[in-house]
T-cell receptor
């Protein structure tokens, strides 16, 4: 089983749609969770951290379900500029050097 | 300069060449990382340095040799690479006593011919 699993997509949605991505992680002791965004041929950039109580940043909402070891990202009112690959990231709790484990990413295509 | 800077942005090298990738972070972080990203594949961790000490070498072939002279600079020395080593090489930094995630450089796109 992969440490961090994501649906690779692509998710192809019209502008203005709401889209949700899911991610599962294997180690229940993980404590830090993030969503990163990676544009084509660019570096990953931190989109948002994910907190236990859930958190929102504008059109983006992240949720964490520790019992199910499940993380989600909801994007409302999709824009063309949201087209990218979204990476689910968790920390490796067994590693004191603060190693992060990256999922393979979910590709989002927003069409006009 | 701010953030994490990597040079060169693009590199084409022959299999017998020796080259080095450079990374510099201006964030005061205490950990630095090298990642490899091949086409349509996830990020692969190569090396981790905490406080200039290498703490992880993820079974990387010896033709890749990292160097961390101080907590702000990281190098990846390359020699006798193979065409399958062509990839995007990303440097990242973090503060290991904070859980703010990694900051990545813009990467070096390497092509081995």
């Amino acid at each position: 089983r992969k440490e961090v699993e994501q649906d690779p997509g692509p998710f192809n949605v019209p502008e203005g749609a709401t889209v949700a991505f899911n991610c599962t992680y294997s180690n229940s002791a993980s404590q830090s969770f993030f969503w990163y965004r990676q544009d084509c041929r660019k570096e990953p950039k931190l989109l948002m951290s994910v907190y236990s109580s859930g958190n929102e940043d504008g059109r983006f909402t992240a949720q964490l379900n520790r019992a199910s070891q499940y993380i989600s990202l909801l994007i409302r009112d999709s824009k063309l500029s949201d087209s990218a690959t979204y990476l689910c990231v968790v920390n490796d709790p067994a590693d004191s050097s603060y190693k992060l484990i990256f999922g393979s990413g979910t590709r989002l295509l927003v069409r006009p | 300069e701010t953030g994490v800077t990597q040079t060169p942005r693009h590199l084409v090298m022959g299999m017998t060449n020796k080259k080095s990738l450079k990374c510099e972070q201006h964030l005061g972080h205490n950990a630095m990382y090298w990642y490899k990203q091949s086409a349509k594949k996830p990020l692969e961790l190569m090396f981790v340095y905490n406080f200039k000490e290498q703490t992880e070498n993820n079974s990387v072939p010896s033709r890749f040799s990292p160097e961390c002279p101080n907590s702000s600079h990281l190098f990846l020395h390359l020699h006798t690479l193979q065409p399958e080593d062509s990839a995007l090489y990303l440097c990242a930094s973090s503060q290991i006593d904070r859980n703010y995630g990694y900051t990545f450089g813009s990467g070096t796109r390497l092509t081995v011919v």
